[in-house]
């Protein structure tokens, strides 16, 4: 497991239907924002492909840590798509203690 403290403000897509879907080395990763651990801190992440291709890479966060518990992509980077939502103006930076469930919209963790 790879370790970073206080990562800092990390880049978001906001996604079709509102939700924030965190982007890491050109990858997305989406969670259910469900907040777990003594703290309410805890948040897991998959990466979006995981339904698609079955990729299994994955992360957790615990406040502004980030926790890589599998960084292995069985795909390509969604490069792409990252730059496609700059350019619509649908990246956003924030702070990974900053999320809170109304960051959630309604399905917005559904990919196509």
């Known amino acids: 497991t790879q370790h970073v403290r206080n990562c800092g403000p990390q ?4 996604s079709r239907k509102g939700g ?3 982007t890491i080395n ?3 990763y989406r969670s259910n924002l469900k907040f777990f651990g003594k703290s309410n801190n805890i948040l897991y992440w998959e990466c979006v492909q995981n339904r698609s291709v079955k990729c299994r890479s994955r992360l957790k966060t615990i406040g502004d ?3 890589v518990t599998n960084d292995v992509h069985n795909h390509m980077g969604d490069l792409k798509r990252i730059e496609a939502a700059k350019e619509a103006g649908m990246l956003v930076r924030k702070r990974l203690s900053s999320l809170t ?3 959630k919209m309604h399905a917005a963790w559904k990919m196509d």
């Open 20 to 22: 924030s879907l965190l």
């Open 11 to 14: 880049v978001f897509l906001i």
């Open 65 to 67: 840590d980030l926790y």
């Open 101 to 103: 469930a109304a960051d």
């Open 26 to 28: 050109n990858f997305i």
